[in-house]
């Protein structure tokens, strides 16, 4: 007679992480995005991304790569790449997220008079320029309501008057059917202060706005420390 051989069945192991990743999707619904650590909340989004993996690891560890969450999400797919355990999913999805900030931001400043936003102006500066690591220089293009028609990246890299010629704004303002305009760009290292470049260039844009009526508004310099207004110092 033949033995049957008979294997014992016990109850199903859940890894520990998946229970790690119901506890912590359960605190984000019942208690808000404040109760979760900023690891944390890169987990949330890392398991979607990484679905079979414990992601506490690398949450934590692109935090300590790039100091903070806002530099997380401003950092290159290429360098998020860099951190042990991400993926190219993983990455595209942070970078998703940083687009969709960056959009709502926008859409704040849109459909409505931007002289009567002003604090959301910045906003949207700071959540698009701050963190960004060469210099930007952007337009806002307003129309006679001081509604935004666009919004223009003219240069990247080093900002002055030989890299932004006042010329192609004038020729933008036109197309657009601007009647004002906003310049913005950003000082990566940190110090949002003008320097004698940024004076100059301001000078020259004014100058040449001014036989077309074009007003300029204001030069906001965005840095992750804060921001300088060239109207409120006096400078425009």
Request: aromatic content about 4%; glycine content about 6%.
């Amino acid at each position: 007679m033949t033995a049957e051989k008979h294997h014992a069945r016990g109850p199903k192991v859940t890894p520990d992480h998946e229970g790690h990743r119901a506890r912590l999707k359960s605190r984000f619904m019942d208690a808000g995005p404040s109760a979760l650590a900023d690891y944390e909340l890169l987990e949330l989004l890392l398991f979607m991304a990484i679905p079979r993996r414990d992601v506490k690891p690398i949450a934590k560890n692109l935090l300590k790569r790039f100091g903070d969450i806002g530099n997380v999400f401003a950092a290159t797919p290429e360098n998020l790449l860099e951190v042990e355990g991400m993926t190219e999913g993983a990455a595209i999805a942070l970078k998703a997220v940083e687009a969709a900030s960056n959009r709502i931001a926008k859409s704040n400043i849109e459909n409505m008079p931007i002289l009567n936003s002003w604090q959301r102006v910045l906003d949207y500066c700071h959540t698009v320029m701050a963190r960004e690591k060469v210099e930007q220089f952007r337009v806002l293009y307003l129309n006679r309501k001081n509604m935004l028609e666009a919004d223009e990246i003219h240069q990247q890299g080093t900002v002055d008057s030989s890299a932004v010629f006042p010329r192609e704004i004038v020729k933008r303002a036109l197309a657009h059917g601007a009647t004002a305009i906003i310049l913005v760009h950003n000082h990566p290292s940190g110090d949002p202060t003008p320097s004698e470049a940024d004076i100059i260039l301001t000078n020259e844009i004014v100058r040449a706005m001014d036989p077309l009526g074009i007003v300029v508004h204001d030069h906001l310099i965005i840095a992750r420390t804060g921001h300088t207004s060239f109207k409120k110092q006096g400078l425009l």
